[in-house]
């Protein structure tokens, strides 16, 4: 991982229950599992943390910088390159297993709830796009 | 400063907006003090005071609020003006958009929320600082179609979290000590249940949204409002009741209060020892089945999330606080709901 990263808006937000994670995209819609290997990673990576923060383990440093691009093509996380990282960052990082994210839509309905997505392209808000 | 004194106009925009705010808030206490009718209504375990020249709004409020009997108290301070009306200046929005996520996150670490509902002109703003919130509406009937149910949503959860709590979207009901959340969308079971064990005597804080506090596991009453479309009603059994009248609601539903089913039966407080997702099956017997957390927290959290703009970390968070520290089973409906209710109470007097 050769640059931090911070979490990628304020919509993003996380919760972990033992172990697992569940982060929220209250933009998207979206809503991703991370297993306990992803959520240790997550924990790293959105601490700012950065290659030489997480020990000396190549396979871990592989491991958790493809984890974090993954994360970034999904948009929960962007560099933070120049900027303090605001958490405590990981010293040394090991965990079991690969690190998995699952991605999932069924609740975008539900979540997305936003004025902004419902008017016209051209003419901007308030205008609601044609029915 | 944006505001125009001689036309009483004030426009907010994204650019300094917590100034602008802050202006809008020089004029509450002069239309605050101009507003000649009042109530007194309770919110989870402290009180608001509601001023407004609105008899039709405050007349909405007495429906679905728990007047408080909590005199001396010092609580909120809620205001439902007119926008442009009285002491309230005429608010316009000058930025190209509302973006409420934008907004939120701009305010978030100020002493101000607001939302904005566009098509209406429904502007509610609050101020952490000194507990006042203010409902401007662009006319007497310019609210949503949806807030009889919940009036003054939002400005109840911004001031119920300033104390650690937070307004969820759950039904609940007491049994033997021990209390239930009911989680879920549209058509779980979820209003259906509540209603259920209400009409057999069993206490609740309410049903649709209720305030929690995740530190004490307890939820508290803020709406005593229940709804109810028609095949419901006759699957209650409640045809016929003086609690139906001849109207329905936005969603088609009847809509009418606890206290018009169950005498009695709205409690102070309760414990919070579990959460239950209801599942509708057609099968004849209710069964419970253990949930992870997480399930729970994607049933609990979403709907509430996107219904109370403006502070949806602290809902999400307060959702996550709870669920670790209760079980969470699946409510697998049966079909009677006095069958239903006999196996919640058996469950609850065996949790």
Same mark, same amino acid.
């Given at each position: 991982?050769?640059?931090?990263?911070?979490?990628?808006?304020?919509?993003?937000?996380f919760e972990e229950f033992g172990g697992e994670m569940v982060v929220l995209n209250l933009a998207s819609g979206q809503y991703f599992g991370l297993n306990p290997a992803g959520a240790a990673c997550w924990h790293a990576i959105v601490s700012g943390a950065s290659i030489a923060d997480v020990g000396d383990r190549p396979d871990i440093r592989?491991?958790?910088?493809? !984890?974090?691009?993954?994360?970034?093509?999904?948009?929960?996380?962007?560099?933070?390159?120049?900027?303090?990282?605001?958490?405590?960052?990981?010293?040394?990082?090991? !965990?079991?297993?690969?690190?998995?994210?699952?991605?999932?839509?069924?609740?975008?309905?539900?979540?997305?709830?936003?004025?902004?997505?419902?008017?016209?392209?051209?003419?901007?808000?308030?205008?609601?796009?044609?029915? | 400063?944006?505001?125009?004194?001689?036309?009483?106009?004030?426009?907010?925009? $994204?650019?300094?907006?917590? $100034?602008?705010?802050?202006?809008?808030?020089?004029? !509450?206490? *002069?239309?605050?003090?101009?507003?000649?009718?009042?109530?007194?209504?309770?919110?989870?375990?402290?009180?608001?005071?509601?001023?407004?020249?609105?008899?039709n709004y405050l007349d909405l409020c007495d429906l679905a609020l728990l007047s408080a009997d909590l005199p001396g108290a010092e609580g909120g301070r809620f205001l439902v003006s007119c926008s442009g009306s009285d002491a309230c200046p005429e608010l316009r929005w000058s930025s190209p958009f509302f973006r409420e996520r934008e907004i939120?996150?701009?305010?978030?670490?100020?002493?101000?929320?607001?939302?904005?509902?566009?098509?209406?002109?429904?502007?509610?703003?609050?101020?952490?600082?000194?507990?006042?919130?203010?409902?401007?509406?662009?006319?007497?009937?310019?609210?949503?179609?949806?807030?009889?149910?919940?009036?003054?949503?939002?400005?109840?959860?911004?001031?119920?979290?300033?104390?650690? @709590?937070?307004?969820?979207? *759950?039904?609940?009901?007491?049994?033997?000590?021990?209390?239930?959340?009911? *989680? @879920?969308?549209?058509?779980?079971?979820?209003?259906?249940?509540? +209603?259920?064990?209400?009409?057999?005597?069993?206490?609740?804080?309410?049903?649709?949204?209720?305030?929690?506090?995740?530190?004490?596991?307890?939820?508290?009453?803020?709406?005593?409002?229940?709804?109810?479309? $028609?095949?419901?009603?006759?699957?209650?059994?409640?045809?016929?009741?003086?609690?139906?009248?001849?109207?329905?609601?936005?969603?088609?539903?009847?809509? !009418?209060?606890?206290?018009?089913?169950?005498?009695?039966?709205?409690?102070?407080? +309760?414990?919070?020892?579990?959460?239950?997702?209801?599942?509708?099956?057609?099968?004849?017997?209710?069964?419970? $089945?253990?949930?992870?957390? +997480?399930e729970a927290f994607l049933a609990l959290a979403p709907s509430g999330v996107s219904q109370i703009p403006g502070d949806r970390t602290v809902q999400a968070r307060a959702a996550a606080t709870l669920l670790r520290q209760v079980p969470s089973y699946c409510l697998w409906l049966g079909t009677k709901p006095s069958e239903i209710v006999a196996?919640?109470?058996?469950?609850?007097?065996?949790?």
């Amino acid at each position: 991982m050769n640059n931090c990263f911070k979490i990628g808006s304020p919509d993003v937000v996380f919760e972990e229950f033992g172990g697992e994670m569940v982060v929220l995209n209250l933009a998207s819609g979206q809503y991703f599992g991370l297993n306990p290997a992803g959520a240790a990673c997550w924990h790293a990576i959105v601490s700012g943390a950065s290659i030489a923060d997480v020990g000396d383990r190549p396979d871990i440093r592989t491991t958790l910088s493809v !984890f974090a691009q993954r994360l970034q093509e999904l948009g929960l996380v962007v560099p933070a390159d120049g900027e303090t990282p605001t958490g405590q960052p990981t010293t040394v990082l090991d !965990f079991q297993g690969t690190p998995s994210v699952e991605v999932f839509n069924d609740l975008a309905d539900l979540i997305v709830a936003d004025p902004i997505h419902d008017v016209d392209v051209g003419a901007g808000w308030p205008v609601k796009p044609a029915a | 400063m944006p505001v125009d004194s001689s036309a009483r106009v004030l426009a907010l925009a $994204e650019d300094r907006l917590e $100034e602008r705010l802050a202006a809008l808030f020089r004029h !509450f206490d *002069a239309t605050w003090g101009a507003a000649p009718l009042q109530r007194s209504c309770r919110l989870a375990d402290s009180r608001v005071e509601i001023r407004s020249g609105l008899q039709n709004y405050l007349d909405l409020c007495d429906l679905a609020l728990l007047s408080a009997d909590l005199p001396g108290a010092e609580g909120g301070r809620f205001l439902v003006s007119c926008s442009g009306s009285d002491a309230c200046p005429e608010l316009r929005w000058s930025s190209p958009f509302f973006r409420e996520r934008e907004i939120e996150s701009a305010l978030r670490d100020t002493r101000y929320r607001l939302h904005f509902h566009a098509d209406l002109g429904f502007w509610q703003a609050y101020d952490r600082e000194s507990g006042r919130g203010w409902q401007i509406m662009r006319d007497k009937s310019g609210f949503p179609a949806w807030d009889p149910g919940s009036p003054l949503r939002n400005l109840m959860h911004w001031h119920l979290s300033e104390t650690g @709590g937070s307004l969820i979207h *759950a039904g609940t009901l007491l049994h033997a000590g021990r209390g239930a959340l009911f *989680a @879920g969308g549209g058509g779980a079971g979820k209003s259906g249940t509540v +209603i259920a064990g209400i009409l057999q005597g069993l206490r609740t804080v309410g049903d649709d949204y209720v305030g929690v506090k995740p530190a004490s596991l307890r939820a508290y009453p803020v709406f005593k409002t229940l709804k109810q479309d $028609e095949q419901g009603v006759a699957r209650l059994g409640l045809q016929g009741h003086r609690a139906i009248g001849a109207e329905r609601n936005w969603q088609n539903k009847y809509q !009418f209060s606890v206290d018009q089913i169950g005498h009695g039966v709205l409690a102070d407080s +309760i414990p919070i020892d579990v959460v239950l997702l209801p599942r509708v099956t057609g099968h004849a017997s209710t069964r419970f $089945e253990p949930v992870s957390a +997480i399930e729970a927290f994607l049933a609990l959290a979403p709907s509430g999330v996107s219904q109370i703009p403006g502070d949806r970390t602290v809902q999400a968070r307060a959702a996550a606080t709870l669920l670790r520290q209760v079980p969470s089973y699946c409510l697998w409906l049966g079909t009677k709901p006095s069958e239903i209710v006999a196996a919640l109470c058996e469950f609850l007097e065996n949790l």
